[in-house]
């Protein structure tokens, strides 16, 4: 299938072919016949990206502040390196379609295959084939027009600006912005009864306004416009004002103020500064709102991802009903917004559209893509590839984030033949793909587990889907690295050791491994080394882990598992090494939490050889400490490390060593695993060990639960 993409770092705009998106649990696979052109957003995104490096640091100042922080802690040339990364990967562009049902989700029950729809989010982007969760679409009955249908987002968005309002029949509103927003506002307004004005900028604007049926729309600048909306209101001023410009300047919310009636509502729609003058607001005594994006459920989770509807009786207007507003007002045949749209363009001729909205060169508004579904679409696309090194592992990898790109790929490159990619997004695979010489980009995981070139399978998807993927490449006779958590509970943790044993008493001789990279460090390795099995050691790891906000999927239960599953096990797992000793009890505490969270937490461990350890996991501290810092105590020995940068040892022989950079041992954990395959070898970190660090991790959490010590049984 084809898509729009879009190069951050050099603007550089093409039309890809890439694999088919992944269909997961509440989404569905939509056959896209038209989307439309954000002329605001997406004309804002891709000018960022056709300006020099110093234009876009000054047009992106919060994200030039994250990239200093992490080059503090990261240092300066890999921050440099995943910076690149991401500027060179092609962007999906996009967020409001129409087309058909091709394929359901599990879990979908509300749509089946042949359904019109139309559907909106970063899901819903310029493809031929799109995913998008249930929440974010709705259907479109057959005598509605796809074409008008496809602005069902850009339309919400209007009509949740409209409901802020908090109109009735009869009011009036000015429109300060008169772009597809604010033409849409204009027109939903005009069929429900209201009496809209609109003013702009642009005198391209106002023209094209009325030729697209807006009467009532001046420029900002006309001479006496203020006396014109007030004639317009019978002298009261506007009942409501809506504010659907992007600009910098202040003069919408302070003309506002001065076109509002007393007691009127003033909502935000667009992107305008807000700090204005106090007179007009405090004299009118005037209502300011926010207008959120396409309503109630915009970047919820729950909402969004899961499909969780909030309930009507609370609730009335959520993102997914203002969409289904809007196609009902087509349906109804009250509204028409087909003179709102001013150009078409095919998949292929895209490009051309956003040249046009950048140079300014002709007036415009609605502009949409138009796909052929004539054509047949392939679902994974083949690459040239590389020449496969005799020997090694053939890999199959399981999702394609940042992580893998800038952390993993990097350092598996040269240690094993890449062979085919699945991951969530066309776009990523394709990118990926040619990056690393892929064969090919394939459309689902389904397809690695099932061919025969491939024996090993890296997994770095989403924290819920690791163990199912992990027993699918386990049945399926395929080496396993994992990251980090292996499961989400002993559930899932008993069916992959059932698994994995099953293989083994098959003959397989499989290694499963989870990227507890930790151990690799050169600091660790070196404390390794100071110290004999037999002794008994006292152990404390510090994590100044920082505040993730309560909405990232990570603290989601069912999706990250939280972020003692999702990173804690990390140094449990540390912890457990440095004792060199099995863990046989585990006792555990948190911080109370204000958001219910269980993320500062004290986790005591016993080890079979008398060790104990300490790991002491806070998301309560300041960044400006160090993130890690690791003490053993052993035989009138203390060795410390500080942020996997320093290791001080006091004792006998004192010493201090500095590294290079940071170094957490991320390549040396990949390249032993790969190595081990090709060798034939044991794996790095035997499969009981991992095992045993994820149900120390769960035993952690039921300690808190129940207040209690908890004993552990070693893997059978």
């Known amino acids: 299938m084809k898509q729009i993409t879009q190069e951050l770092k050099s603007g550089k705009m093409e039309v890809l072919e890439v694999p088919f998106p992944a269909l997961n649990k509440g989404n569905v696979l939509i056959r896209n016949h038209f989307s439309v052109i954000s002329a605001g957003t997406e004309g804002k995104t891709v000018t960022d990206a056709r300006k020099g490096y110093i234009a876009k640091a000054k047009s992106r100042k919060k994200e030039v502040k994250q990239v200093i922080e992490m080059a503090k802690i990261n240092g300066i040339l890999p921050t440099y390196k995943l910076i690149m990364n991401k500027l060179q990967a092609p962007a999906s562009l996009g967020y409001s379609s129409a087309g058909e049902v091709i394929a359901v989700g599990p879990g979908v029950t509300n749509f089946k295959v042949g359904d019109r729809v139309a559907c909106g989010g970063i899901g819903a982007c310029h493809a031929d084939v799109v995913a998008v969760p249930i929440n974010l679409c709705v259907k479109v009955p057959d005598n ?141 005594e005037l209502d300011l709102r926010m207008s959120f994006s396409f309503g109630p459920g915009r970047y919820d989770l729950d909402y969004e991802e899961k499909g969780i509807d909030y309930p009507i009786g609370f609730v009335r207007w959520t993102e997914n009903r203002n969409m289904q507003s809007y196609v009902d007002l087509l349906a109804s045949e009250r509204l028409n917004i087909s003179s709102l749209i001013s150009h078409t363009f095919i998949l292929e001729n895209a490009p051309e559209a956003y040249d046009m909205i950048l140079s300014r060169n002709e007036p415009f508004a609605g502009i949409v893509i138009e796909y052929d579904n004539t054509i047949e679409v392939k679902k994974r696309v083949e690459l040239s590839g590389v020449t496969p090194v005799a020997g090694f592992p053939n890999v199959g990898c399981i999702g394609a984030g940042s992580f893998a790109q800038g952390t993993l790929m990097p350092n598996m490159k040269g240690y094993c033949n890449f062979v085919g990619v699945a991951t969530g997004r066309g776009n990523t695979a394709k990118y990926v793909g040619k990056t690393y010489g892929f064969d090919y980009c394939a459309e689902s995981a389904n397809e690695l587990f099932k061919d025969d070139k491939i024996n090993t399978i890296f997994i770095t998807t989403r924290h ?253």
Not at 522 to 529: D, G, S
């Open 144 to 284: 509605v027009d796809l074409k008008q249908a496809a602005f069902s987002t850009l339309a919400s968005i209007a009509i949740q600006g409209i409901r802020q309002a908090e109109m009735q029949m009869g009011e009036s509103c000015l429109i300060i912005g008169m772009g597809i927003i604010g033409q849409l506002t204009y027109k939903i307004l005009e069929e429900s009864g209201m009496y809209p004005i609109g003013i702009d900028v642009s005198d391209a604007i106002v023209d094209q306004s009325k030729v697209a049926g807006c009467k009532n729309v001046y420029n900002r600048n006309h001479e006496g416009i203020e006396d014109v909306i007030s004639n317009f209101t019978k002298g009261h001023g506007a009942d409501s004002v809506i504010i659907t410009a992007g600009t910098s300047s202040l003069d919408p919310v302070e003309f506002a103020g001065v076109a509002a009636r007393r007691k009127a509502k003033v909502v935000i729609v667009g992107v305008v500064p807000t700090g204005f003058s106090r007179p007009n607001y405090f004299k009118k």
């Open 464 to 716: 819920n889907m690791h163990a199912k993927d992990v027993v699918n490449s386990v049945q399926n006779g395929k080496h396993v690295f994992v990251e980090k958590p292996l499961a989400m509970d002993e559930a899932e943790l008993l069916d992959i050791k059932t698994n994995y044993k099953e293989a083994l008493s098959k003959g397989s001789k499989l290694n499963v491994m989870v990227g507890f990279n930790r151990r690799f460090a050169p600091p660790i390795q070196e404390i390794k080394k100071m110290f004999a099995k037999e002794q008994a050691k006292s152990i404390t790891i510090r994590v100044n882990s920082g505040v993730l906000p309560p909405g990232h999927w990570i603290n989601d239960l069912e999706i990250g598992g939280g972020r003692i599953i999702g990173e804690a096990c990390h140094f449990i797992d540390l912890a457990m090494f440095l004792a060199d000793s099995p863990i046989v009890a585990v006792s555990a505490d948190s911080l109370d939490d204000a958001n219910k969270l269980t993320n500062t937490i004290v986790v005591n461990l016993k080890m079979e050889n008398g060790s104990v350890a300490s790991v002491n996991y806070f998301a309560n501290g300041n960044k400006s400490v160090s993130k890690e810092f690791i003490e053993v105590f052993c035989g009138g020995t203390i060795a410390q490390v500080n942020d996997f940068k320093e290791l001080q040892v006091f004792g006998n022989k004192s010493s201090k060593q500095k590294y290079k950079g940071q170094n957490k041992g991320h390549a040396d954990c990949v390249q032993s695993f790969l190595s081990s395959i090709k060798e034939g070898k044991e794996c790095p970190i035997p499969f009981e060990e991992s095992y045993l660090s994820m149900l120390a991790t769960f035993k952690a959490l039921q300690s808190i639960s129940e207040n209690r010590k908890i004993e552990i049984i070693p893997i059978q």
